[in-house]
């Protein structure tokens, strides 16, 4: 049974950078094909997909977060990491990692973690 599980700050302050590790139990993250993935859902509002690291190492993120976003990995702890830079209060959410499966759908997700962005 795979198992993931987030962990960092719950609270950051404006214009710092987000870090937060996922770290895997139950499977390797370097197994072909899976993508490994952070999601964030705001209050009030519906999933908001940041990117995801493959298997292989290589990174995929989404357009309108790009510019801040780093995503990357350790395989000697089976962990891996999402940066975001320079946030803002509108980054408050609750951070999921996840893995993705052949099917496309992310079918085993870590129980998430708050962060808030406020001085």
């Known amino acids: 049974q795979v198992q993931l599980q987030e962990s960092g700050p719950g609270l950051v302050k404006p214009s710092q950078t987000l870090s937060l590790t996922c770290t895997v139990s139950?499977?390797?993250?370097?197994?072909?094909?899976?993508?490994w993935g952070w999601i964030r859902q705001p209050p009030g509002k519906g999933l908001e997909w940041i990117g995801n690291?493959?298997?292989?190492?290589?990174?995929y993120y989404s357009p309108s977060l790009k510019s801040r976003t780093s995503i990357s990995r350790d395989t000697s702890k089976n962990q891996f990491t999402l940066q975001l830079s320079s946030v803002t209060p509108e980054d408050t959410a609750v951070y999921y990692c996840?893995?993705?499966?052949?099917?496309?759908?992310?079918?085993?997700w870590g129980q998430g973690t708050q962060v808030t962005v406020s001085s």
């Open positions: 139950g499977g390797s993250i370097t197994t072909n094909y899976y993508y």
């Open positions: 996840a893995r993705r499966g052949g099917s496309l759908e992310y079918d085993y």
């Open positions: 690291i493959a298997y292989g190492g290589s990174t």
